[in-house]
Antibody, heavy 115, light 112 residues
Framework: EMQLVESGGGLVQPGGSLRLSCEASGFTSSNFQMSWVRQAPGKGLEWVAN????????FYMDSVKGRFTISRDNAKNSLYLQMNSLRAEDTAVYYC????????WGQGTMVTVSS | DVVMTQSPLSLPVTLGQPASISCRSSQSLVYSDGNTYLNWFQQRPGQSPRRLIN???NRDSGVPDRFSGSGSGTDFTLKISRVEAEDVGVYYCMQGTHWPLTFGGGTKVEIK
């Protein structure tokens, strides 16, 4: 069964850092672009970042450029999101999704930025 | 950025009746390869999103055939031919043609 499992969320103070992970199983993630999408409490979906199959091309939404870094380790079938200089407005459930068209999603991991 | 505008915001529907959701993009979603990357997602209460439709009208695996997508260019529609109780949730359109990828604001489908 194909599955994506996120981890690494938690409570962090403004200005702090977190690293999210997403482990893929049931398929070879290196064959696909991968994305991060977030959802603030009670709000809609917002695309955050995307990485191509070999990690050489990365795209970000404007508000996270320079603060967030998407990466992957194909040997581990894993995707990451390093989040620095976190702000209250980054509070959200973060989902990883397979490919640019978000074919499948994980269960999400909650990130809360608060003092 | 491409703005995706969905309507209505809320859609009360009687069980067994049809439902229709509109999604309009601020620019054409036709990609250089000729495909139109417009997707529809369903998010049931407390669950992760699930993709229903890709490239305007292709149903994903396991999606009931009461769901259909149509449209072209900048104007798209998701239709549910006969709403069932399990269809309650929020529906989002998303364009995967232009960076940054963008979602519509969502349409909440509820039973009258």
């Amino acid at each position: 069964e194909m599955q994506l499992v996120e981890s690494g969320g938690g409570l962090v103070q403004p200005g702090g850092s977190l690293r999210l992970s997403c482990e893929a199983s049931g398929f070879t993630s290196s064959n696909f672009q991968m994305s991060w999408v977030r959802q603030a409490p009670g709000k809609g979906l917002e695309w955050v970042a995307n990485i191509n199959q070999d990690g050489t091309l990365r795209f970000y939404m404007d508000s996270v450029k320079g603060r967030f870094t998407i990466s992957r380790d194909n040997a581990k079938n894993s995707l990451y999101l390093q989040m620095n200089s976190l702000r209250a407005e980054d509070t959200a459930v973060y989902y990883c999704a397979r490919d640019r068209q978000c074919y499948m999603w994980g269960q999400g991991t909650m990130v809360t930025v608060s003092s | 950025d491409v703005v995706m505008t969905q309507s209505p915001l809320s859609l009360p529907v009687t069980l067994g009746q049809p439902a229709s959701i509109s999604c309009r993009s601020s620019q054409s979603l036709v990609y250089s390869d000729g495909n139109t990357y417009l997707n529809w997602f369903q998010q049931r209460p407390g669950q992760s999103p699930r993709r229903l439709i890709n490239k305007v009208s292709n149903r994903d695996s396991g999606v009931p055939d009461r769901f259909s997508g149509s449209g072209s260019g900048t104007d798209f529609t998701l239709k549910i031919s006969r709403v069932e109780a399990e269809d309650v949730g929020v529906y989002y359109c998303m364009q995967g043609t232009h960076w940054p990828l963008t979602f519509g604001g969502g349409t909440k489908v509820e039973i009258k």
